[in-house]
């Protein structure tokens, strides 16, 4: 479609040349403008149901229907396709980006991080800090997933100094940042780093998410993990009751994940010599998991 606007163009300007009136030129030119809007409203006309296909996938993958979005980005990438949509183009970089994010959600790795590392070069391409940012995340966030502390780190610290640059620490892209760097010092024994990274991302969901949003109970857990391991269990405790609290009151008290923060809280109550309640929690756990 590019390749006739850009004949059509040729055409008039020889056209006008070899007739060489300046009425001829300007006639010619008016057909040219004609063709060029013309072709611009049919390609907006065609791309419109691959729009209606974007904002679906967005929709479906924010409710957790996987399948779903993962079926309408496809399906958006392949209508980019065919109307010859640019495969450097914006949009399509935030298709591949949310595509590969669903298909690390389901653990598809391989596919995942080739999807998004595709997502990070067209945002490079158009100098998108915070779309760069978020892209480094989600393959810091997979690498940590896999085990893969060091890569999971440096792509985390990149993607920080990015947010950092750009003044944006404090939105919403800065919140699996944090998360992802804490879990990272955690595990390597970096305990002031984990508290401090991990302290962020609860201050900044709070801010943005609200005191109550599930998503908060990732960072709780961990914090309290953290805390606990410092030797500050008064500290730690309430991160992870506070954690159990949010996952129950949003999930539901029989949803798997409130028998992981179950199963969290009752390790910690163990661990300070509070065997009763801790085997209480872990009864809940297990007959949630049992389907009791």
Request: overall charge positive.
């Amino acid at each position: 479609m590019v390749m006739a606007v850009s004949d059509f163009r040729l055409w008039c300007e020889k056209f006008a040349i070899d007739h060489g009136s300046p009425g001829v030129l300007v006639l010619a030119l008016v057909f040219m403008l004609g063709f060029m809007v013309l072709v611009f409203l049919l390609v907006l006309l065609l791309m419109s149901p691959a729009l209606v296909f974007f904002t679906a996938g967005r929709r479906a993958a924010s409710r957790g229907r996987l399948a779903r979005a993962e079926w309408c980005f496809a399906w958006f990438l392949s209508l980019s396709r065919v109307f010859s949509v640019g495969r450097q183009s914006l949009l399509v970089g935030l298709a591949l980006s949310e595509l590969g994010r669903v298909q690390l959600l389901q653990q598809r790795w391989q596919e995942g991080v080739g999807l998004v590392s595709r997502a990070l070069k067209v945002f490079e391409q158009h100098k998108r800090p915070q779309e760069m940012a978020s892209a480094l995340t989600m393959l810091a966030s997979a690498h940590l997933s896999q085990g893969r502390d060091e890569p999971a780190e440096r792509l985390g610290r990149r993607a920080l100094t990015l947010l950092k640059q750009h003044g944006a620490e404090g939105k919403s892209k800065a919140f699996p940042c944090f998360l992802v760097l804490g879990t990272v010092a955690r595990r390597r024994g970096r305990f002031d780093d984990a508290e401090a990274y991990l302290t962020r991302a609860v201050e900044l969901g709070e801010r943005l998410l609200g005191p109550d949003d599930q998503t908060l109970s990732i960072p709780l857990e961990t914090l309290g993990s953290v805390l606990s391991l410092r030797g500050r269990p008064a500290e730690a405790e309430p991160m992870f009751r506070r954690a159990l609290a949010v996952r129950e009151k949003k999930l539901g008290p029989r949803h798997p994940l409130v028998a992981q923060s179950l199963r969290s809280l009752a390790a910690f109550l163990e661990e300070t010599n509070r065997i009763s309640e801790s085997d209480q929690l872990l009864g809940r756990a297990v007959a949630i998991e049992s389907g009791r």
